[in-house]
């Protein structure tokens, strides 16, 4: 992936583990990010929640993700058209802030760029950290989802590929082109901003094609 570590991503496995509500809805880390962050626009007007942020190798708030919807359950268990599926319908919105090549603080070595594959990839691992197969063994499940994050890195750096469908949605209320795939386990889209950020969503049970994204103007009620 073009100039994209995945150490700009050390938390998206983490964002659907298992912590307590109280952390997951710390709004600290949100105030720290220099750029705007994105939800779904005043149209939804169901439950919105803070899930958690992820930061660089200097600390720095790189990326974050909203819910909306229905909080899905902990890894949950579902198949594809199961109960679950029915029950649970949300979408997560990750916003990533945008940044070139940049030296660490301390000089020691340099800090990778982001990109929309960063947000794709962010995106693709979000939704696998709310899925388990139906009728798997629980000793199975770290290696499937290892496998699982490597095809959603390996797919997040061909965004021109074959499993990606363009997609025109509003930004702030102006038409934005994003890359866009389904699967068995639920949708992922990502794409870029004027506001410099690139957005990631990933979800289930909501459609795509109706969402919108707006700024955030209050992320302190969202706590």
């Known amino acids: 992936m073009e100039t994209t570590s995945r150490a700009v991503a050390q938390t998206p496995a983490a964002e659907g583990g298992e912590q307590s509500p109280s952390a997951r809805r710390t709004v600290d880390g949100y105030l720290r990010a220099p750029f705007p962050w994105y939800g779904l626009d005043e149209a939804f007007t169901g439950p919105r929640w803070l899930m958690q942020v992820g930061t660089a190798a200097d ?3 790189e990326h974050g993700s909203i819910g909306h919807g ?15 599926d029915a029950k649970e319908r949300f979408a997560v919105v990750v916003t990533v802030a945008a ?7 301390d000089g020691t ?16 691992v979000g939704l696998l950290s709310f899925t388990w197969p139906g009728q798997m063994d629980h000793s199975l499940r770290d290696d499937w989802l290892e496998q699982q994050t490597e095809t959603a890195w ?23 082109p994003f890359h866009y795939r ?8 990502a794409g870029s901003t004027e506001q410099g ?14 969402l919108a994204f707006a700024v955030v103007k209050d992320i302190g009620a969202y706590a």
Request: proline share 7%.
């Open 59 to 61: 600390g720095a708030v």
């Open 70 to 84: 229905d909080e899905p359950s902990v890894r949950n268990e579902h198949t594809a058209g199961g109960e679950q």
């Open 99 to 105: 940044h070139p090549v940049r030296r660490s603080p």
């Open 109 to 124: 070595g340099l800090l990778e760029a982001t990109s929309v594959s960063s947000a794709a990839w962010l995106a693709g």
């Open 154 to 176: 390996v797919l997040a750096d061909d965004l021109d590929g074959p499993d990606w469908t363009a997609l025109s949605l509003p930004v702030d209320g102006v038409p934005t």
């Open 182 to 189: 389904e699967s068995e386990f639920g949708w992922v889209l």
């Open 197 to 210: 950020v690139h957005l990631g969503a990933y979800g289930r049970g909501m459609s795509a094609y109706g």
